[in-house]
Structures are given as C-alpha cells and as structure tokens.
C-alpha cells in the first residue's frame, strides 16, 4: 500500500509502517507531482488496483459568499476538485493500459445537502460527486467492465481537520439534530465503506454510486 501526504509526512510514514506499505509526498494541485506519485506508487507496489482520491482541504472559517474572496474560492476548488480531477486522470490513465482498476471518489455531505459558510467546499464536492464521477463512471466503461468509479460522501467525522467544529458543541448539536444517528462519525466508518467499493469481489457491479456515510442524515439545520 502508498499512502500519500502533501504536509504530514510524519503521519503518513508512521501509517505506511503500520499497513506494510511506504509514504510518497506529493502536491496534488501540480499535475506533474500528481502525475509522478502515480508512476513512484507503481515502481514500488508492481501495479496499482485501486486508488482513493481523499485529498482535500476545508476552510474552518465561516464566509457568505458576499464576503468570500476570490483567492479563498479558487484555492479551495483547487484543493478538493481539481486535486480529485488530477488524481482520477492519473490513475485512469494506468487503468487504461491494465484493463482494471477500482477508484473511488471521496466527497461530502456538503455537496449533496450544501453548507451555508462553506459554499466553496460545498460547489467542490458537489461537482466531484455528480458531473466528474458520473462521467468518469462512464468513459471508465470505455475500457472495459474492469474499471469501475464510485464515491463516498462523509458527514461530520471526528479528523483532525474537523477537530476546531467538532468543539463547538451547539455547531455538533444542530448538525446531529438532522441525523437519525446521534453520533459523529469515525474515520473506520469511512474505511469500511471505501473497503466495499473498493473490492471487486463485494463490489464488483457497483459503479457510479454514491455511498453516504452520514448517519441517515436528511439535511442541514438553516440558520
């Protein structure tokens, strides 16, 4: 297994340990780096079956789209959705010549239901899970019935990334208000539903889909 980090390089060298696998740092908002991580990732593992594009970045601070500069919107579509977009086209690219390969997506509920605040991470993961999986989902099938695209749309999940949110306990108590489970989740909720649509033996006629790991979450409480 790679395990690829852009800063933590520490805790990626400390999980490739674990899993028996090695660590590749690269920024994938540079099409090169991208393009190369694949390449390294393939040197050493001998192939690549399947790819988790769960790269991303969420801006912590609250901003309407009135007060959202530029420079915050662009850098946060690239992060999520041109870093997702790279990492497809990359490994689509070697799927192509292996005839299989399982790649799966990572959004958000943010882009299924919105978020008021965050209306760039939001448009980002929208458009990862709609327009770029169902067409990857599609031009995949032009390779054969071997490669296959799904996503998977995390609600709240106690990460690092989120640890500043999930500390404000009336932000946590609105959010699970919509949830019939009243529980953030964790990152092996996540894992176990990369793990099945990853596998071709659990999932091998899925493709296209949307897994959402939300707690039966029905929306987002309007302020």
């Excluded at 953030?184 to 949307?210: K, M």
Aim: proline letters at 4%.
């Amino acid at each position: 297994m790679a395990v690829h980090y852009r800063s933590s390089g520490e805790a990626a060298t400390t999980l490739a340990a674990e899993v028996g696998g090695f660590a590749l740092g690269a920024d994938l908002r540079d099409e090169r780096q991208t393009d190369r991580l694949i390449e390294a990732t393939i040197e050493g593992l001998g192939r690549l079956d399947v790819c988790v594009a769960n790269a991303g970045v969420w801006p912590e601070a609250d901003q309407p789209i009135w007060e959202m500069p530029l420079e915050r919107w662009e850098a946060t579509i690239e992060s999520n959705l041109t870093a997702t977009f790279l990492t497809a086209r990359a490994f689509l690219r070697h799927a192509a010549k292996t005839k299989k390969g399982s790649l799966v997506l990572i959004g958000s509920t943010a882009g299924q239901f919105g978020e008021a605040g965050h209306a760039d991470y939001a448009a980002a993961k929208g458009a990862i899970l709609t327009g770029l999986l169902l067409s990857a989902k599609n031009e995949a099938a032009r390779i054969g019935d071997g490669v296959r695209v799904n996503a998977v749309a995390p609600g709240w999940v106690a990460t690092p990334m989120s640890k500043g949110a999930l500390e404000d306990q009336p932000r946590v108590d609105r959010a699970l208000s919509t949830m019939a489970l009243k529980k953030v989740a964790t990152p092996e909720d996540i894992a176990a539903a990369v793990l099945f649509l990853a596998s071709d033996e659990l999932a091998g006629h899925v493709t296209g889909q949307v897994i959402t790991v939300a707690g039966g979450m029905e929306g987002r409480q309007i302020p």
